[in-house]
């Protein structure tokens, strides 16, 4: 019965359910008609410069209608201010509604602005700059008009006032002063002037903070002048007392844009504290006064004109150094041709050296008297007794080469002969294998070393031993470069279509912008180190090529005296230079934090090569092979990256990177000491013990070599101290403190090099002396402009922008362009002082040329 009944009357009680609902929806429908009929609405005609003193409910609204004559030729901003008066109106704002010919504009009273960790700021006084649609006509009237409503039944008291703004329109050249806070921020109109198609504005302000943002932005409406929007179109860039932007002419259709500077309601984009948390995720937080008085100028910027004189310029200086190298060439082509050679006369007849006088007494029972007399004449010509001398005493030369040959012999006696020194070692003189080993330990563990000593290996292995340097730099330069190259493509991209500023650590105020690219001239002045770099391996292929063709005429200078010339260090050397300037070009497409490393991988690069180079000069033989010492020189890179993801602040970092620095000292330093002859193995620990009880503690013997002592103990006094300093100040730059710690390691082994070579009886020629003193000069001037600086990306855009200078050279280049070229320089003199600083040694014979 309940079923058939439910049955029966479901229909019905669906129809009535329905009618319910309708007969509701109609009375509510009702008491909003009742209600919007009381609601009253009153438009009033008001006029500009006029404050309005007005109370808003729910029930009424008010529209304020303007009117004003816009002229094409003269442009006038209008200005909408408003005050709220009344206490609590945060619970129930006020909307304000400005309707345009082309726009809306719509804001609440109190204007409520979010900070960071959303953060809300209540800003009762609000004033806002209409923007202005084109007009086509001469003159023409515009019509607006305000709304005033809200939703709260009881009375909100405001004032509102619309001016004109007669400085709408900024001038080229002319300063013009404001003041602007959050929730009142201020922009005006620039048109470009005929002729002018790049201007740079400038923003500048005595006070730091509050934190500001500087936009450029197109004539179009809405214009985005508020905290939270001021970065959805248009080119921007926080600041605190200056910000810079150059703006060119094509990226603006309308020749003209505006200058919009907006107040920050915070102060953490600029590096400022970061204030309290708010108790409850709702609760307001006074701002208080956060008012900033700022003033702007646009001026022109450089003419092509300048881009090509700046161009001639940095070519002009460079191509000279090409210019004095050829001449310096062809000064030394001429000496070179006017100086004979000595050469081997026959195979098993010994030449007559300028070392070994007496050697032509040997065959003397072979040549006749006139024979001996005319080859000693003619072979000393060649050094210390002089061409007359030769001439005119045959006969008292020849007593004098047999006595210097007498005294050979009785020193040979002790020893091995020089001949037996050199490579020119039987195979029949050693039993196995084990037997050269034996004789390499006792060579290279003497107390005194020449570098004949260490100059017995086969000449053509070690070029090409040294010759690997050269190539793998090569390979290493072609797949580090072309990331890189991406990398920073796209960077520059993010900033040309976000238009943020803030991305890259410009020097803004001379930062001339060339197709895509921000900053040309800091591009620019990298050539330098291309085309130095390019010079110098020019330089090392020339004396390759003489080198080559004395070794083909059997040049007994070449085969048997000064340092043995390998030329693949100073080719590798030379591409490292190039490279450096390539990958310092890309960093300065967008100079960041990020990419800083590209600028400084070659330059440990660099320093390691150069360090190598000078220890190869006295220990051909046991120098690092390329495969080593790139490793290491990868390893160091890992940590410069390393360094800037973890390094900041981070104490764990920190303590690893100087425990392996400190350990990494000590390995290389018994490394160099013992010049390679010991073993890091399981007994290593208990080898130590031993010399430590051996040499110290049951007799106290100094070191068996002093001046290798003396160079590792300041060596590792100066990495100590560096590992200690970076355990204690964590800096944040590592990447240029791993930099320095290069430098100085580099720095204090050629002062070693140099003094040694002193002490030797060596001396430097002029040619060596000139390049030695330049350099150090051209490096005192460099290190002057680098340490200006310009921008940091150690602190906030808007901190770094503090730095900013304007141009110094042409209006095209900086202090840090300055030190662009002066470096490239510096580091060519340094090259050529490694490579010209032995130049002495030439006619000495090896084993009369120490090791140190």
């Given at each position: 019965?309940?079923?058939?009944?439910?049955?029966?009357?479901?229909?019905?009680?669906?129809w009535?359910?329905?009618?319910?609902?309708?007969?509701?929806?109609?009375?509510?429908?009702?008491?909003?008609?009742?209600?919007?009929?009381?609601?009253?609405?009153?438009?009033?005609?008001?006029?500009?410069?006029?404050?309005?003193?007005?109370?808003?409910?729910?029930?009424?609204?008010?529209?304020?209608?303007?009117?004003?004559?816009?002229?094409?030729?003269?442009?006038?901003?209008?200005?909408?201010?408003?005050?709220?008066?009344?206490?609590?109106?945060?619970?129930?704002?006020?909307?304000?509604?400005?309707?345009?010919?082309?726009a809306?504009?719509?804001?609440?009273?109190?204007?409520?602005?979010r900070?960071?960790?959303?953060?809300?700021?209540?800003?009762?006084h609000?004033?806002?700059?209409?923007?202005?649609?084109?007009?086509?006509?001469?003159?023409?009237?515009?019509?607006?008009?305000?709304?005033?409503?809200?939703?709260?039944?009881?009375?909100?008291?405001?004032?509102?006032?619309?001016?004109?703004?007669?400085?709408?329109?900024?001038?080229?050249?002319?300063?013009?002063?404001?003041?602007?806070?959050?929730?009142?921020?201020?922009?005006?109109?620039y048109?470009?002037?005929?002729?002018?198609?790049?201007?740079?504005?400038?923003?500048?302000?005595?006070?730091?903070?509050?934190?500001?943002?500087?936009?450029?932005?197109?004539?179009?409406?809405?214009?985005?002048?508020?905290?939270?929007?001021?970065?959805?179109?248009?080119?921007?860039?926080?600041?605190?007392?200056?910000?810079?932007?150059?703006?060119?002419?094509?990226?603006?259709?309308?020749?003209?844009?505006?200058?919009?500077?907006?107040?920050?309601?915070?102060?953490?984009?600029?590096?400022?504290?970061?204030?309290?948390?708010?108790?409850?995720?709702?609760?307001l937080?006074?701002?208080?006064?956060?008012?900033?008085?700022?003033?702007?100028v646009?001026?022109?910027?450089?003419?092509?004109?300048?881009?090509?004189?700046g161009?001639?310029?940095?070519?002009?200086?460079?191509?000279?150094?090409?210019?004095?190298?050829?001449?310096?060439?062809?000064?030394?082509?001429?000496?070179?041709?006017?100086?004979?050679t000595?050469?081997?006369?026959?195979?098993?007849?010994?030449?007559?050296?300028?070392?070994?006088?007496?050697?032509?007494?040997?065959?003397?029972?072979?040549?006749?008297?006139?024979?001996?007399?005319?080859?000693?004449?003619?072979?000393?010509?060649?050094?210390?007794?002089?061409?007359?001398?030769?001439?005119?005493?045959?006969?008292l030369?020849?007593?004098?080469?047999?006595?210097?040959?007498?005294?050979?012999?009785?020193?040979?006696?002790?020893g091995?002969?020089?001949?037996?020194?050199?490579?020119?070692?039987?195979?029949?003189?050693?039993?196995?294998?084990?037997?050269?080993?034996?004789?390499?330990?006792?060579?290279?563990?003497?107390?005194?070393?020449?570098?004949?000593?260490?100059?017995?290996?086969?000449?053509?292995?070690?070029?090409?031993?040294?010759?690997?340097?050269?190539?793998?730099?090569?390979?290493?330069?072609?797949?580090?470069?072309?990331?890189?190259?991406?990398?920073?493509?796209?960077?520059?991209?993010?900033?040309?279509?976000?238009?943020?500023?803030?991305?890259c650590?410009?020097?803004?105020?001379?930062?001339?912008?060339?197709?895509?690219?921000?900053?040309?001239?800091?591009?620019?002045?990298?050539?330098?180190?291309?085309?130095?770099?390019?010079?110098?391996?020019?330089?090392?292929?020339?004396?390759?090529?003489?080198?080559?063709?004395?070794?083909?005429?059997?040049?007994?200078?070449?085969?048997?005296?000064?340092?043995?010339?390998?030329?693949?260090?100073?080719?590798?050397?030379?591409?490292?230079?190039?490279?450096?300037?390539?990958?310092?070009?890309?960093?300065?497409?967008?100079?960041?934090?990020?990419?800083?490393?590209?600028d400084?991988?070659?330059?440990?690069?660099?320093?390691?090569?150069?360090?190598?180079?000078?220890?190869?000069?006295?220990?051909?033989?046991?120098?690092?092979?390329?495969?080593?010492?790139?490793a290491?020189?990868?390893?160091?890179?890992?940590?410069?990256?390393?360094?800037?993801?973890?390094?900041?602040?981070?104490?764990?970092?920190?303590?690893?990177?100087?425990?392996?620095?400190?350990?990494?000292?000590?390995?290389?330093?018994?490394?160099?000491?013992?010049?390679?002859?010991?073993r890091l193995n399981?007994?290593?620990?208990?080898?130590?013990?031993?010399?430590?009880?051996?040499?110290?503690?049951?007799?106290?013997?100094?070191?068996?070599?002093?001046?290798?002592?003396?160079?590792?103990?300041?060596?590792?006094?100066?990495?100590?101290?560096?590992?200690?300093?970076?355990?204690?100040?964590?800096?944040?730059d590592?990447?240029?403190?791993?930099?320095?710690?290069?430098?100085?390691?580099?720095?204090?082994?050629?002062?070693?090099?140099?003094?040694?070579?002193?002490?030797?009886?060596?001396?430097?020629?002029?040619?060596?002396?000139?390049?030695?003193?330049?350099?150090?000069?051209?490096?005192?001037?460099?290190?002057?402009?680098?340490?200006?600086?310009?921008?940091?990306?150690?602190?906030?855009?808007?901190e770094?922008?503090?730095?900013n200078?304007?141009?110094?050279?042409?209006?095209?280049?900086?202090?840090?362009?300055?030190?662009?070229?002066?470096?490239?320089?510096?580091?060519?003199?340094?090259?050529?002082?490694?490579?010209?600083?032995?130049?002495d040694?030439?006619?000495?014979?090896?084993?009369?040329?120490?090791?140190?």
């Amino acid at each position: 019965m309940v079923l058939r009944s439910g049955c029966k009357f479901g229909p019905v009680l669906v129809w009535f359910r329905l009618g319910y609902v309708v007969l509701l929806w109609l009375c509510v429908t009702h008491l909003r008609c009742a209600r919007a009929e009381t609601k009253t609405v009153v438009q009033k005609d008001a006029e500009f410069d006029v404050t309005y003193n007005d109370t808003v409910t729910s029930d009424n609204q008010t529209i304020y209608a303007f009117n004003h004559t816009v002229s094409r030729n003269k442009t006038e901003g209008v200005r909408v201010t408003v005050d709220v008066l009344s206490e609590g109106a945060e619970s129930s704002p006020i909307l304000f509604v400005v309707r345009q010919k082309q726009a809306v504009l719509s804001f609440q009273v109190p204007l409520i602005l979010r900070g960071l960790y959303q953060r809300k700021y209540p800003y009762a006084h609000v004033g806002r700059t209409l923007c202005q649609p084109p007009t086509r006509s001469l003159t023409e009237t515009q019509y607006f008009f305000v709304d005033v409503s809200t939703l709260s039944s009881l009375g909100t008291h405001y004032q509102l006032r619309i001016s004109r703004v007669d400085s709408f329109t900024l001038h080229t050249d002319k300063k013009f002063s404001f003041t602007a806070s959050p929730s009142q921020p201020q922009y005006f109109k620039y048109v470009f002037p005929d002729g002018v198609d790049t201007v740079i504005v400038k923003v500048n302000s005595e006070m730091t903070f509050p934190c500001s943002v500087m936009s450029i932005q197109d004539i179009q409406c809405p214009v985005y002048d508020l905290d939270n929007n001021v970065a959805f179109i248009g080119m921007y860039q926080t600041m605190t007392k200056t910000a810079a932007i150059t703006v060119q002419r094509k990226d603006f259709p309308s020749n003209s844009f505006y200058v919009v500077v907006v107040v920050k309601t915070e102060d953490e984009a600029c590096g400022g504290p970061l204030r309290f948390y708010p108790l409850r995720p709702d609760e307001l937080i006074d701002a208080g006064n956060r008012s900033k008085t700022l003033d702007v100028v646009v001026s022109p910027a450089i003419s092509s004109d300048v881009y090509v004189m700046g161009m001639l310029f940095c070519l002009g200086i460079f191509l000279s150094f090409y210019l004095l190298t050829f001449l310096v060439a062809c000064v030394e082509n001429k000496r070179s041709v006017d100086r004979p050679t000595v050469v081997y006369r026959k195979p098993g007849v010994t030449p007559v050296s300028p070392y070994e006088y007496g050697s032509f007494v040997d065959n003397a029972s072979t040549l006749s008297s006139e024979a001996i007399t005319d080859s000693i004449a003619s072979d000393a010509n060649y050094r210390y007794m002089g061409q007359e001398t030769l001439k005119r005493r045959p006969f008292l030369t020849a007593i004098h080469h047999v006595a210097i040959r007498i005294e050979r012999s009785l020193e040979s006696v002790a020893g091995r002969s020089r001949q037996e020194s050199l490579s020119s070692i039987e195979e029949d003189d050693y039993d196995t294998l084990a037997d050269i080993d034996s004789d390499k330990n006792i060579v290279r563990t003497k107390k005194y070393l020449c570098v004949s000593d260490l100059a017995r290996k086969d000449k053509r292995v070690l070029s090409k031993k040294y010759q690997i340097y050269f190539w793998n730099i090569v390979t290493i330069g072609v797949f580090y470069a072309l990331p890189v190259i991406q990398l920073v493509i796209t960077y520059q991209t993010v900033v040309n279509v976000t238009g943020n500023q803030d991305i890259c650590y410009y020097n803004f105020l001379c930062a001339h912008p060339l197709g895509n690219l921000s900053a040309f001239n800091n591009i620019l002045s990298n050539l330098g180190y291309v085309m130095l770099g390019l010079l110098f391996l020019l330089i090392v292929l020339q004396r390759d090529i003489i080198h080559s063709r004395a070794l083909d005429r059997n040049d007994l200078n070449a085969l048997e005296c000064g340092i043995p010339k390998h030329f693949g260090l100073f080719y590798a050397m030379g591409t490292a230079l190039m490279m450096e300037g390539l990958l310092s070009a890309c960093y300065h497409v967008c100079p960041n934090y990020t990419n800083f490393q590209f600028d400084t991988s070659f330059m440990y690069m660099i320093a390691g090569l150069c360090v190598l180079k000078l220890y190869q000069k006295r220990h051909p033989d046991i120098n690092a092979s390329a495969y080593t010492a790139y490793a290491c020189l990868a390893a160091v890179i890992f940590f410069s990256v390393l360094g800037v993801v973890f390094g900041k602040g981070n104490m764990v970092f920190w303590i690893v990177f100087s425990v392996l620095h400190i350990l990494a000292t000590m390995l290389l330093s018994t490394q160099l000491y013992y010049m390679g002859r010991w073993r890091l193995n399981s007994g290593i620990l208990r080898r130590i013990v031993y010399v430590i009880y051996t040499d110290c503690i049951r007799q106290c013997s100094g070191p068996m070599y002093i001046d290798r002592m003396v160079l590792l103990v300041m060596g590792n006094i100066v990495n100590w101290s560096l590992a200690a300093y970076g355990l204690l100040k964590t800096p944040n730059d590592f990447a240029s403190y791993l930099l320095a710690i290069a430098i100085c390691n580099l720095l204090l082994y050629f002062a070693f090099y140099i003094i040694m070579k002193l002490r030797s009886g060596e001396r430097i020629q002029c040619m060596a002396m000139v390049c030695i003193l330049f350099t150090a000069v051209v490096w005192g001037f460099a290190l002057f402009f680098f340490f200006q600086g310009l921008s940091t990306w150690q602190k906030t855009p808007a901190e770094s922008r503090e730095h900013n200078r304007d141009c110094i050279v042409l209006s095209f280049f900086d202090d840090h362009d300055i030190w662009h070229f002066l470096s490239s320089i510096a580091m060519f003199g340094s090259f050529l002082v490694l490579l010209t600083m032995d130049d002495d040694l030439d006619n000495v014979q090896r084993d009369k040329i120490f090791v140190f």
